[in-house]
């Protein structure tokens, strides 16, 4: 399994990004998927999931409203949008698979493939 992230840059205060990450080796469809970043100095913290469909989502409550998770299982990636971006969204951004395909469970111990990491930081 492989799963690459991509789409990560610098952004000034209130503007967007979106953040993709490209899923190989694996049955996509069969998954749930998240987004999980670590800001500097700080742990890794959950951001968001998605189910296998797409038709369940889960956010932490400091981007709820801003950003947005989204999957094409058709080309094996899932996005992140990223609305209304603040400094302390500045992280490094990663995409992880479940080992379900529900999105109940935000814990580092219900994803089992990492992606690489993109940084995102957000000027003031």
């Known amino acids: 399994v492989q799963l690459q992230a991509s789409g990560g840059g610098l952004v000034q205060a209130g503007g967007s990004l979106r953040l993709s990450c490209a899923a190989s080796?694996?049955?996509?469809?069969?998954?749930?998927m998240g987004w999980f970043r670590q800001p500097p100095g700080k742990e890794r913290e959950f951001v968001a999931t998605?189910?296998?469909?797409?038709?369940?989502?889960t956010y932490t409550d400091s981007v709820k409203g801003r950003f947005t998770i989204s999957r094409d299982n058709a080309k094996n990636t899932v996005y992140l949008q990223m609305n209304g971006l603040k400094p302390e969204d500045t992280a490094v951004y990663y995409c992880?698979?479940?080992?379900?395909?529900?999105?109940?469970?935000?814990?580092?111990?219900?994803?089992?493939?990492w992606g690489q990491g993109t940084l995102v930081t957000v000027s003031s």
């Open positions: 080796g694996l049955t996509f469809s069969n998954y749930a």
């Open positions: 998605v189910s296998w469909s797409g038709g369940r989502k």
């Open positions: 992880a698979k479940k080992k379900t395909a529900f999105v109940s469970g935000s814990h580092f111990d219900e994803h089992d493939y």
